[in-house]
């Protein structure tokens, strides 16, 4: 095995920082550690945001970004039990918590995750605990498999592990990014009514060939009217709020009597904002979702497996093409966007 790899760090936060294309030792696998060779990394719109303000993270110079791959087990170091040489992995987005309640307190809520405050995965190799990783599934190369980590476990986390989904509930996702297409699916799979909304028609098509039912153009009507049109009034079951910020108070206009609003994005601000009057009246459940926890992640796996789930990849890039990636990732993607090492 070679004794040096290639990796992208960043030297500074900034919109813009440079991305360096860097090389440094293979690390050696410690005790209860594995070294993975990594095959794929997912970019996910979290990585725009450490790269432009660090959000706030103890960012560590040099500093190599994402929290999301696929990958082999290259070596294993003493006491490793999980897995063997060989084995196809996938990160978590937050390691070390397993199950239940996250790592973390009141004062100081639960973000030490991969591509933050722990260094990310967007390297040839990485050294970690062998608690870190989840097995890879058995019916996805590893470009679809390194989408799971974040995006498609914050929509399984939502509408699954918390929302309980049913067949016959209403699902309505924001957009067509990895989350809102990751929700569409799982929601369609699960029998429910899925509801999507986006700008233009040809977005709105691609999603209706995923199995969405219904398609509404936020750029030509007031979506919120045309869920009351489409639902005779009734509303909606569960809504994957992206946007956050003001968009929450549309969230809560459309959302059905005893819903659930599963908060999940920031695209319009990390303030969110909405009149109480529907959130009395109609008294659903909002929840926050930071991702999940590595059972759910390995519960996702094994239905990702079972139902033929298939991630949707807008773009795959190469390793020296990273810095165009990044660009993809800001003029938006419709679904994922990987880099194959």
Request: aromatic share 8%; glycine share 12%.
């Amino acid at each position: 095995m070679t004794k040096t790899m290639k990796r992208w760090t960043l030297e500074t936060i900034a919109v813009g920082a440079p991305l360096n294309l860097t090389e440094t030792a293979v690390p050696a696998p410690a005790r209860g550690e594995v070294l993975v060779r990594i095959k794929a990394v997912s970019l996910n719109y979290r990585d725009k945001l450490v790269r432009e303000t660090g959000m706030g993270l103890p960012i560590q110079f040099p500093f190599v970004p994402a929290s999301d791959m696929a990958g082999v087990i290259e070596a294993v170091g003493e006491d490793v039990t999980r897995f063997s040489v060989g084995d196809r992995v996938i990160s978590t987005f937050h390691p070390g918590w397993i199950d239940g309640k996250p790592l973390g307190d009141a004062r100081t809520p639960p973000y030490k995750t991969l591509g933050g405050f722990y260094a990310g995965v967007l390297s040839e190799y990485i050294a970690v605990p062998q608690d870190w990783l989840a097995s890879a599934p058995k019916s996805l190369d590893y470009a679809e498999a390194s989408t799971l980590p974040c995006a498609g476990l914050t929509a399984w986390f939502a509408l699954v592990e918390r929302g309980k989904i049913k067949p016959g509930d209403s699902v309505l996702v924001q957009g067509t990014g990895g989350v809102a297409l990751f929700g569409l699916q799982i929601a369609a799979a699960q029998g429910a009514e899925v509801f999507v909304t986006s700008s233009g028609r040809e977005k709105l098509a691609r999603a209706k060939a995923l199995g969405a039912h219904h398609g509404i153009d936020r750029n030509t009507s007031d979506w919120v009217e045309e869920v009351y049109r489409l639902t005779n009034d009734r509303g909606i079951d569960h809504i994957i709020e992206i946007a956050g910020g003001p968009n929450f108070a549309q969230s809560l206009k459309a959302v059905a009597p005893h819903g659930r609003i599963s908060v999940i994005g920031v695209l319009e601000g990390f303030d969110i904002t909405g009149p109480a009057a529907p959130l009395l009246l109609k008294s659903p459940v909002v929840q926050g979702i930071g991702v999940g926890h590595r059972r759910a992640l390995e519960d996702f796996v094994r239905a990702v497996d079972s139902i033929g789930l298939k991630p949707v990849i807008d773009h795959r890039y190469g390793l020296g093409e990273v810095p165009a990636a990044f660009d993809h990732l800001d003029r938006g993607a419709f679904g994922k966007i990987v880099i194959e090492l």
